[in-house]
């Protein structure tokens, strides 16, 4: 199966899925199996495809802050 295929088959699978089921597919991927990443990805791709510049940079910001959250080590 190649890319485009994956992405299609992501779409289908939650294209006609209301708001509270859309947020469920999301909340119990996060967090969990790894093979759920993929269609996170597809439904980030087709947010990002959507929203302006000064939300790109919001959410870019938001990355970048729990990716340096991660960074520091813990103190004690």
């Known amino acids: ?6 992405r299609q088959a992501i779409i289908r699978r939650v294209q ?3 708001l509270n089921e859309l947020t469920e597919v999301i909340e119990s991927s996060i967090g ?8 996170l990805g597809v439904l ?3 947010i990002w ?3 302006d ?3 790109q940079a919001r959410l870019v910001t938001a990355l ?3 990716l340096a959250r991660i ?3 813990a103190t004690r």
């Open 1 to 6: 199966m190649d890319n485009l295929d994956l």
């Open 44 to 46: 980030f791709e087709m």
């Open 64 to 66: 970048h802050t729990q």
């Open 71 to 73: 960074a520091q080590p």
């Open 53 to 55: 510049e000064q939300e």
């Open 32 to 39: 969990n199996d790894e093979r759920a990443l993929p269609g």
């Open 16 to 18: 006609d899925k209301p």
């Open 49 to 51: 495809k959507q929203i």
